[in-house]
T-cell receptor, first 117, second 116 residues
């Protein structure tokens, strides 16, 4: 079975600083996808970034980058130049193929990020 | 706006009752996923439908069922409701044209279910 661990329940960061949110994963499947989602206080889930297990380069999307270390089974999210609007819950998630078909996402418990002015 | 719609936004009902949650995926997306978010269990995958057929099951209770219709909208039916079923229920959709693909899932705004 697959598992996602997010060890930081909460983080306070000063505005404009870079933030690293930790995520480690566990799966025996060689093929998987890793995702980060943001959930603001309004409740919606917003897709941020994706990394495939066979991707050679770390994924980047604007201010978001994913620090993928396959040997360590970690997929940390880095937010550069944080903004007040980045305050939210952040979830790391993984998806593996089950019997050749795509399966649902397995989520971590999340990190509550608060950006302070 | 993700393009995924869910109705209703809020639902308040009593124990023992049955409710139906509705989801319309993004235009062109063939896969629909249902998730439950609660304080106790976090975010859990319930079930996936692909082009009208059930493709994968997660931690879905036997009291819960889902279906995807020819127009690709999906419904999640929750019956014999218990207090512990109170949660935010998300629908997500994805292109998923190839088996084993890892396309991102786009989430709807959720339906908040309160069981009294």
């Amino acid at each position: 079975a697959q598992k996602i661990t997010q060890t930081q329940p909460g983080m306070f960061v000063q505005e404009k600083e870079a933030v690293t949110l930790d995520c480690t994963y566990d799966t025996s499947d060689p093929s998987y996808g890793l995702f980060w989602y943001k959930q603001p206080s309004s409740g919606e889930m917003i897709f941020l970034i994706y990394q495939g297990s066979y991707d050679q380069q770390n994924a980047t999307e604007g201010r978001y980058s994913l620090n993928f270390q396959k040997a360590r089974k970690s997929a940390n999210l880095v937010i550069s130049a944080s903004q007040l609007g980045d305050s939210a819950m952040y979830f790391c998630a993984m998806r593996v193929t089950a019997g050749g078909g795509a399966d649902g996402l397995t989520f971590g418990k999340g990190t509550h990020l608060i950006i302070q002015p | 706006d993700s393009g995924v719609t869910q109705t209703p936004k809020h639902l308040i009902t009593a124990t023992g009752q049955r409710v139906t949650l509705r989801c319309s995926p993004r235009s062109g997306d063939l896969s629909v996923y249902w998730y439950q978010q609660s304080l106790d269990q976090g975010l859990q995958f319930l079930i996936q439908y692909y082009n009208g057929e059930e493709r994968a099951k997660g931690n879905i209770l036997e009291r819960f069922s889902a279906q995807q219709f020819p127009d690709l909208h999906s419904e999640l039916n929750l019956s014999s409701l218990e207090l512990g079923d109170s949660a935010l229920y998300f629908c997500a959709s994805s292109v998923d044209r190839d088996r084993g693909s890892y396309n991102e899932q786009f989430f709807g705004p959720g339906t908040r279910l309160t069981v009294l």
